[in-house]
């Protein structure tokens, strides 16, 4: 089988924009927000894919197309090989059960009114997973004790559980629908050093019993480096490095991963005991795109190049793709 062949998801050059109104002296004008733009990325069966950039790199609007929740300019995205947006309703009831997203606040995504176990019971009776009242409450608690939480807790409401519990049993109802591929939206952004750990470990043990693969999107970089294959560092909406987890961590090829990098706090002097040198000035603005490469405005080796030309995504090294004009000099 080739590597095209275990491509479980392919998205190729997606774009997409937002329409943004604005009130001016000469009247109501609408402007682009530039969310995506031209994404290529394919994720392999079983591959834990690692997506990291600041906030408003597009990252999340990633994620959200890929599970429909929002519809692309241009571009297409496969799974297992057929178009997402043009599937038929069989098609999209498989991939509602195939594909599921873990959001980033647990307390969000349970209502107070019903039990952790009722919730879990629904996503198996919505998707026809199993029949019978005992069989599926002794399934729930199968799904409760698989990622760490007692079945006793059936019956208790969500304001009686910890972030980090919430998030473990948002991992169980994913799980009910025996996913192939699980996206974590900052799933452990807003809980503590402890449970975020927690969660880490339990995702990957769960990647290694069941082979699924995950999409981890977060803008901290330490996360991915405990957990992913593959990264894939977001900015202004374009990919612009991409490569295996040892690669990217040993000899980055674009400043703006070596910058997200030396900013891991466990890392005091940078790659190499390199001095980190802080990113200078603002994110540019996603409506308002600088001329030339996206990143010069704060990039502390750009040159008249970099301001004139866009750098585009190509391979560097073996396995290892940037968008920089300097890249050598990055390593």
Not at 44 to 52: D, H, N, Q, T
Not at 97 to 118: K, R
Not at 175 to 200: C, F, N, R, T
Not at 273 to 292: D, F, H, M, N, Q
Request: with cysteine.
């Amino acid at each position: 089988m080739s590597d095209v062949d275990k491509y479980i998801l392919e998205i190729k050059n997606v774009y997409k924009y937002y329409d943004l109104k604005t009130l001016s002296f000469f009247g109501r004008s609408i402007e682009k927000v530039k969310a995506v733009r031209g994404v290529s990325l394919s994720i392999l069966e079983g591959e834990i894919m690692g997506i990291v950039g600041e906030s408003g790199c597009g990252k999340t609007t990633l994620a959200k197309l890929i599970v429909k929740l929002e519809t692309p300019l241009s571009g297409t995205i496969l799974f297992k090989g057929q178009d997402i947006f043009k599937s038929s309703k069989m098609d999209e009831k498989i991939l509602k059960q195939e594909i599921q997203l873990i959001f980033q606040n647990p307390f969000m995504t349970f209502s107070p009114q019903v039990t952790i176990g009722a919730h879990i019971a629904d996503t198996l009776i919505i998707h026809n997973i199993i029949k019978g009242r005992n069989r599926i409450r002794n399934k729930v608690n199968e799904l409760l004790e698989l990622v760490g939480l007692s079945p006793a807790v059936y019956d208790n409401y969500s304001e009686n559980f910890s972030g980090g519990e919430l998030q473990m049993a948002n991992i169980a109802r994913a799980m009910a629908v025996k996913p192939k591929l699980l996206i974590s939206d900052e799933g452990i952004s807003i809980l503590d050093v402890a449970y975020q750990a927690k969660i880490l470990n339990l995702m990957r043990h769960l990647q290694e019993k069941f082979h699924h693969g995950y999409i981890i999107i977060t803008h901290d970089f330490s996360v991915v480096r405990h957990i992913c294959d593959r990264i894939a560092v977001m900015y202004l909406g374009k990919i612009v490095e991409l490569g295996l987890n040892k690669a990217i961590f040993s000899a980055p090829t674009h400043p703006y991963t070596r910058a997200l990098i030396n900013a891991i706090p466990t890392i005091r002097k940078g790659l190499d005991g390199k001095k980190a040198t802080p990113l200078r000035g603002e994110v540019p603005s996603p409506i308002y795109l600088p001329p030339g490469c996206d990143f010069y405005p704060r990039c502390p080796i750009a040159t008249d190049i970099c301001r004139r030309t866009e750098p585009i995504l190509e391979k560097v090294k073996t396995d290892q793709f940037a968008a920089c004009h300097h890249w050598k000099e990055v390593c």
